[in-house]
Each structure stands twice: as structure tokens, then as C-alpha cells.
């Protein structure tokens, strides 16, 4: 497929080679496989809870983390969808996800009471923190660096 288009003309054509039939199937497949994943581990965490007789629910500082990762790794996947043949990119979400967590667990183990106003600021920085990051180690690969 080669590089994501690097200007407004050729993104547009960028665009138009994903809605082809294939394009479509893929998409399709990709939603479905996040899709089951997220049942397997509803299920999983639901038994795990029966299992150890815990009360049912699940924290919502927690789900806000997922909810924010989810976000995060879809508008990376979209914006560098050229890339996602590439283990680059896949290295460098991993990289940054590993970062994401640690941090975020560490925050969230402190806090008692988190609030979606500051799952909606940490999301936003985060999102301009990826973005940049990305950009500039994509932009590298790009220009003739170390291609995976």
C-alpha cells in the first residue's frame, strides 16, 4: 500500500482505496475481532468476580482508563491506517501504550474519586502527546530511517 499521503490531494485518494470491497472486509473483521475481544474479557472479568465472590461491577476509574485507551489507539490506528503494515507503528503504540498504563495506573491507584471531566482533559493531552510522538518517529521512518 505504501506511505499515508502527506497532502490534502493524494489523502483523498488515500481515502477512496479503503472503500473498496476489500477495504470494507477488513474494516468489518477488525471491528468484529475488537469486538469479541471485549466480550471475552467481560466474561472473563465477570467469572473471575463469581469466582472469587466479589461483588458485581466494575470501578469506573477503571472502565474510564479502557474507555480512554480504546479512544486513543483508534484515532492512532486511523490517522496512520497507511501504516498499520508496518510493525513500526505497532512498536511505537505499544511503547507509548506501556507508558499510558504505568502512569495512569499509578494516578489512578492514588486517586479515589476520578471524575469524566478528568478522563475528557487526560484524553485530549493524551491524544496531542500520541499525535506528536507519532508524528515524529512515522515522519523518521518516512524520511529514510529504519524500516521494519
Known amino acids: 500500500m ?16 479503503h472503500r473498496t470491497r476489500r477495504g470494507r472486509l477488513h474494516d468489518y473483521l477488525l471491528y468484529c475481532a475488537i469486538g469479541f475481544s471485549l466480550i471475552a474479557l467481560i466474561v472473563l472479568y465477570g467469572n473471575y468476580q463469581v469466582e472469587h465472590k466479589q461483588p458485581p461491577g466494575f470501578p469506573a476509574k477503571w472502565l474510564g482508563l479502557f474507555i480512554m485507551t480504546g479512544l486513543l489507539l483508534y484515532f492512532a490506528v486511523r490517522t496512520y491506517r497507511g501504516f498499520t503494515d508496518r510493525t513500526r507503528l505497532w512498536r511505537l503504540i505499544a511503547i507509548f501504550g506501556a ?7 499509578l494516578l489512578l491507584t492514588l486517586m479515589q474519586r476520578v471524575t469524566l471531566g478528568d478522563f475528557a482533559i487526560a484524553t485530549i493531552a493524551e491524544y496531542f502527546i ?4 507519532l508524528e515524529h518517529f512515522m515522519k523518521r521512518d518516512e524520511a529514510g530511517g529504519p524500516h521494519s
Do not use: N, Q, R
Request: no cysteine.
Open 130 to 133: 500520541l499525535m506528536a510522538y
Open 99 to 105: 507508558g499510558h498504563f504505568l502512569v495512569a495506573w
Open 2 to 17: 505504501g506511505h499515508p499521503p502527506t497532502d490534502f490531494m493524494s489523502e483523498a485518494k488515500h481515502t477512496a482505496s
